[in-house]
């Protein structure tokens, strides 16, 4: 066990539960004899490259369990993506801080930096252990069952869901509304989860697992506003033709794109405005409405799931261990046993960094607009306390006296 500094960054899109993999990691860390001091390190690898740390050791414990039940990047967050060139500066100031343990809380870009980092190491035969702790919103990395922060934006979505079903059931019309998701459906897919009554919505659901085709979308809507007189639609912000073609960009105009050259989705409500201009032209039906979720889905305050707190306090605490007793590098992964528990492994970095998992065919519809049961049991207990329940008028029809 190698003397010296823990640090700890966190990268990505805050979470509703980062800050307890933050807390986590540094409540254990200051338990082990070998640790001098743990760092935080502000923004991200940004911040590591700019030497803008806290001395996380002076932190109050009470202050750091506040903390811990806050949503958001309590360390601030970066979007960069480092290159190799980049990795090699993380190096040097690893070095200069004589930083032994690196923990980075993020999702595959986060884990394949500390590959990269770790490469440096062993070239300058520097003694690091750096360990990836897993978040991200859109569940979409590798070897895990499922991802912290995923469950508390699922919870959003549903609760979400089941209120604009309930707005569009007494004003009935066509509603859109698009959720995170570039490559992978999970948290469209947990629109479904506030379903109650065979007609509430969404009553259709499209991610981006399943190629996009606008008259086959066009046909769908008519038919569920056709026989229930409304429609609720989840869209992934993912979405895309037959080409592989993101829908979003089918848009008239300059598309954005962001610091890694992707096109801008969750930023704009483009996407959502394209597809109720569709419906309205197309089949003229004039009450269409659409919203992008958008940053809402990460941090919103009042829905977080009380398993996925707990989990990602865990995987802070066992990112600790695992470096701190083991001399171990590499990536934590949670694995479900039983009828719902989990477990926590130590994987190589290389299993999840770079790489992208997306919804099995398990758990779409053979349509391709719905779930299907076992995507329901498979989110159900992540939700952990119940959802809100909805209800409605049971009262007898009276009949009419003038026809």
């Keep these: 066990m190698k003397q010296g500094n823990v640090l700890v960054a966190q990268g990505g899109g805050p979470t509703a539960v980062i800050n307890q993999s933050l807390v986590g990691a540094v409540l254990e860390a200051r ?19 700019a030497e803008d740390f806290l001395d996380l050791t002076q932190e109050t414990t009470h202050n750091l369990e506040l903390v811990a039940g806050t949503p958001g990047s309590a360390l601030g967050s970066t979007r960069d993506k480092p290159n190799e060139a980049y990795c090699a500066n ?8 004589d930083i032994r343990y690196f923990l980075y809380i993020g999702g595959n870009d ?56 309930l707005d569009n059931r007494a004003l009935p019309g066509i509603y859109v509304g698009v959720v995170m998701g570039r490559h992978a459906g999970f948290l469209t897919a947990a629109s479904a989860l506030g379903r109650k009554c065979r007609d509430d919505g969404p009553h259709l659901i499209y991610l981006p697992e399943r190629n996009f085709l606008i008259e086959q979308f066009l046909s769908d809507v008519q038919s569920v506003y056709n026989r229930l007189g409304r429609c609720v639609i989840a869209v992934s912000e993912g979405i895309h033709d ?45 009450r269409v409405r659409g919203d992008t979720f958008g940053y809402l889905q990460r941090s919103f305050l009042g829905v977080v799931s009380n398993i996925d707190q707990r989990e990602a306090r865990e995987v802070g605490e066992k990112a600790c261990q695992f470096a701190l007793w083991n001399d171990a590098s590499g990536t934590i992964t949670i694995h479900r046993i039983g009828d719902y528990s989990v477990e926590y492994r130590l994987d190589p970095l290389e299993a ?46 009276v009949p009419k006296k003038l026809g």
């Design 352 to 397: 999840v960094a770079g790489k992208t998992k997306v919804m099995p065919d398990e758990f779409i519809s053979e349509e391709g607009t719905d779930i299907t049961p076992a995507f329901r049991a498979y989110l159900a207990p992540l939700l952990g306390n119940s959802m809100p329940e909805v209800f409605r008028l049971r009262a007898p029809v």
């Design 242 to 286: 037959e080409n592989g073609t993101l829908i979003a960009t089918k848009l008239p105009g300059e598309v954005e794109h962001d610091a890694h050259g992707n096109v801008q989705l969750s930023g704009t409500g483009a996407l959502a405005d394209l597809l109720t201009n569709t419906i309205k032209t197309k089949l003229g039906i004039k």
């Design 31 to 49: 338990k082990f004899p070998q640790v001098n001091r743990v760092y935080g390190a502000l923004h991200g690898v940004a911040g590591i490259i």
């Design 110 to 165: 986060s884990s394949d930096t500390l590959r990269i980092v770790q490469t440096f190491a062993q070239k300058e035969s520097y003694e690091l252990i750096t360990v990836h702790i897993p978040k991200t919103i859109d569940n979409d990395l590798m070897v895990n069952d499922h991802t912290p922060g995923f469950p508390s934006a699922a919870k959003f979505v549903a609760s979400a869901f089941a209120g604009v079903n």
């Design 90 to 97: 993380i190096l040097k100031v690893l070095i200069a801080h």
